[in-house]
């Protein structure tokens, strides 16, 4: 069983479109992650939920809005898509708190705006 | 503001040699330092963690060596293997903090 799922694998689009990523842990985690890994591959955090509430929210445009609607569910809304938009988007989960911090990760979304 | 410094960019070794990646940070409140590994079209995965409680830590061919004084920590593979040619992340949390500061990457090639 795959233990953080994010769908689409892959995501071509126009620029001004609407989309979403979807993001599942089965771990029982309490944290869950967005990341934004750009064409360096830099892993950049964009948000960061604890037990469905937003606990932290790096500078990004507002176009980027997450949903939390359980625990194991971290969605990633993105409205009027940019070309500089274009990334691999990965979501991750860990557990809070615990002696073992691993974050686990997604296999990514790449996402490719034109 | 890069809170963990990771270098080299890339690095190129021979087959059977040691790849050495270093990084460094400046928050003594970090209590908790990963490695992670990255193939292509994959996402990251952890290799190792250390907590600077101990100043290494090996786990087959790979050694982390931890220096709190100097607050860096590295990252060796010994004997690396072509297998391990990736893009390979040092980071730094708190055990009881929500995010993970990653370094900036180093792309391994290990030539046969």
């Known amino acids: 069983d795959t233990a953080v799922s994010q769908t689409p694998k892959y995501l071509v689009t126009q620029m001004g479109n609407d989309k979403s990523i979807k993001c599942e842990q089965n771990?029982?985690?309490?944290?869950m992650y967005w990341y934004k890994q750009d064409s360096k591959k830099f892993l950049k955090i964009m948000f960061s939920y604890n037990n469905k509430e937003l606990i932290i929210n790096e500078t990004v445009p507002n176009r980027f809005s997450p949903k939390s609607p359980d625990k194991a569910h971290l969605n990633l809304h993105i409205n009027s898509l940019e070309l500089g938009d274009s990334a691999v988007y990965f979501c991750?989960?860990?557990?809070?708190?615990?002696?073992?911090?691993?974050?686990?990760f997604g296999q990514g979304t790449r996402l490719t705006v034109v | 503001q890069q809170q963990v410094k990771q270098s080299p960019q890339s690095l190129i070794v021979q087959k059977g040699g040691i790849s050495i990646i270093n990084c460094a940070y400046e928050?003594?409140?970090?209590?908790?330092f990963p490695w992670y590994q990255q193939f292509p079209g994959k996402g990251p995965a952890l290799l190792i963690a250390i907590r600077p409680d101990v100043s290494e830590k090996k786990e087959g061919r790979f050694t982390i060596s931890f220096n709190k004084s100097a607050k860096q920590f590295s990252l060796h593979i010994m004997d690396s293997q072509p297998g391990d040619s990736a893009t390979y992340f040092c980071?730094?949390?708190?055990?009881?903090?929500?995010?993970?500061?990653f370094g900036t990457g180093t792309s391994l090639t290990v030539i046969p």
């Open positions: 771990l029982g985690h309490d944290t």
């Open positions: 980071a730094a949390s708190k055990v009881t903090g929500n995010q993970f500061y």
């Open positions: 991750a989960s860990s557990p809070f708190g615990g002696p073992n911090t691993e974050a686990f």
């Open positions: 928050n003594t409140a970090f209590d908790y």
